[in-house]
Structures are given as C-alpha cells and as structure tokens.
C-alpha cells in the first residue's frame, strides 16, 4: 500500500517562504512521478508542480515558476516543495500525490492514485 504523509503547513506572510515535505513510502520513490497540489475552498485542485523519475523531468505550473521548486532527497524517501516569495492567493490546502505509472499531464490530479492527507498553508498580506 502506497503511503504519503505531508508536513510543513504553517503561516507566513507575503515575501516569506516555506517548506512543505511529502514523506513517501518506498515503492513511491520508485514510482514514475510525485506531484504537488492545491485547493483553496471554493475551488478546482490545481496541479502546483511535479517531479518524475527516469531523467527527473519536472513540472511546474506558470503561477509558481521561479518561485517554487521541487527537490527530492531519495536517501529519505522524502520529496519537498520549496516555497519562496509566497503571495496571499498561494493560501490552500497543499497536498501530495504518487503515481506508479508514467503520467502524460504531470499537473493533472486524474493522473494520480495516491493521495496525502494534506497541509495547510495561509499567506497573509
């Protein structure tokens, strides 16, 4: 059973940054791809950014490019999401997500089956 645990929610303001980690289980850091999403109330989950094995190819949406980055450290089977100069509209429910498979959409939640419980994060102004 493919397990993910995510930490590192907290609450900064604008111009801060933040670290979120995605604790996964072994067969997950084996898997193709680990991905990061987020979903603020009222709204669609978004896909933030994505990292896959075979080259490490990674993904990151357009809101969040030069801002965000998604190192991974195998050794602890842990995949972060670094976050610098966060904005108020980056407040959500971040979470992360595995696929065992190669994902043709790395920033789309339909590509993955496995899913952490989520971590908050709030931005203020």
């Known amino acids: 059973q493919v397990q993910l645990v995510e930490s590192g929610g907290g609450s900064v303001q604008a111009g801060g940054s933040l670290r979120l980690s995605c604790a996964v289980s072994l067969y997950t850091t084996r898997s193709s791809c680990v991905g990061w999403f987020r979903q603020a109330p009222g709204q669609e989950r978004e896909g933030v950014a994505a990292i896959c094995t075979g080259g490490g190819s990674t993904y990151y949406a357009d809101s969040v490019k030069g801002r965000f980055t998604i190192p991974q450290d195998n050794a602890k089977n842990t995949v972060y999401l670094q976050m610098n100069s966060l904005k108020p509209e980056n407040t959500a429910m971040y979470y992360c997500?595995?696929?065992?498979?190669?994902?043709?959409?790395?920033?789309?939640?339909?590509?993955?089956?496995?899913w952490g419980q989520g971590t908050q994060v709030t931005v203020s102004s």
């Open positions: 997500a595995a696929s065992p498979f190669r994902v043709r959409s790395p920033g789309r939640a339909y590509e993955y089956p496995y």
